[in-house]
Structure formats: C-alpha cells, structure tokens
C-alpha cells in the first residue's frame, strides 16, 4: 500500500510504503459494527439508582393500629406511597459494558484504517505537529490541507504541543497511534498522520499481532 507524503502546505514531497495487512485489507463491517457497538456500550454509565423502601431512613414503627380508627390499614413510613418513602420498581447501577475478544479488536481498527486508506482519506504530513502550542497555526496547516470536516490526527507518541494546538478546534482531535479507536475512527471523515505513526501503527496491529494461521504451512508439510 502506499500512502502519499505532503508538507504543511500540501504540496506533495513522495510517496512510503505501507503494510498491506493493515492499510489494505478488505474491511470486516460485521466486526466493525460489533466493535462500535461495545465502545459505545462501555462507555455508558449506567448510574441510574433509586432507595427502595429497605434502603430509604426512616422509621419501622407501624403508623397507626390495624383496626379500630376507620381508616386505612397503614405499617411503615417508609413504604413507597408515602412522601419520601422508598421508589417501587426503580432503576438500580447497570452494567452496560461488553467484552470483544483481542483479535476482534484488532481486525476493527485494521479494517477501519483500510477504509480510510482505499477512500483516499489518510495523508501522511511531514511537520504536522507546529513549532508551538498554537491554535492558527495548527489551523493554517489544516486549511492547506483543505481539512473542512471532522479529522484525527494521530502522532507516534504523545505531542503535548499538538494537542495543546488541537483542541479549541471543535472538529479536530488529536491523539497518539496507541490511542486510536473504532469511534474515532469512524467519525473522522479525513485522518493525517505523521510517518512515525504510521510505523506505530504496523508495530502494534501488523506484524507479530496478526492472528496466527490454523493448520500446517506448506513447508511444514514437505
């Protein structure tokens, strides 16, 4: 695969090669969709909590007696009819959030770059990361590159000065290559990437962290 190297002007400067097994795959949509679908579930809080009748303070003395006065049979104050007594039925802390498998993980965020990369939305950019932790600059690279939607920039390592620059851009997030993620992934409609990220991102999704082949190989076998 390979992916096009432009300047903070846009002018083109070369092209690098990419590794096939994660920029050039063919995209798992089942996989991409489950992936989604638990990062958006673990991140939901689930806090929701109501005191039932045993949980609320409050006395257990029985109102009134049972019978004799005329009026209705009543025990505790704390029952759930009563002015600040217990909630019948109400919600209680859930757990929303799901477990993908490792693999399933990886084929996601491999299948979601492969995306971007056969739409011709990732572009390398050599000096993305501006000389300092300011915003016009960051934002006159970004109108060079004619980035006008929502985009992720992603670096080899944490770039404080880069995200200090990004983050009063309300369509733009930056991140480093270990970070990334489905969601965001996702949302970006254009993704620019410095060269030591992309090599981040052989190293920690190709190579090694492939899944492992099932069966005898050829060699094995003569």
Known sequence: MKLQVVDSEGNPLRTIDAADEVFNIEPHRWVLHQAYVAQMANQRAGGGHTLRRGEVRGS???IRRQKGTGRSRQGSI???????GGIA???KPRDFSQRLPKQMKRLAIR???S???RAGEITVVEGLVPSEPKTKLLARTLAALGVERRTLLVTGEHEPVLHTAARNIPHVKAMPAAYLNVV???HAHRVLMTEDA???VEALWGGENLRPRRGRTKAEVA
């Open 89 to 91: 039925h109400g919600p």
């Open 115 to 117: 995306a971007h990369a």
């Open 60 to 62: 257990t003395r029985k």
């Open 198 to 200: 992309v090599r981040k």
């Open 78 to 84: 704390r029952a759930p009819h009563h002015v600040g």
């Open 184 to 186: 965001d992934l996702l």
């Open 111 to 113: 299948s979601a770059l």
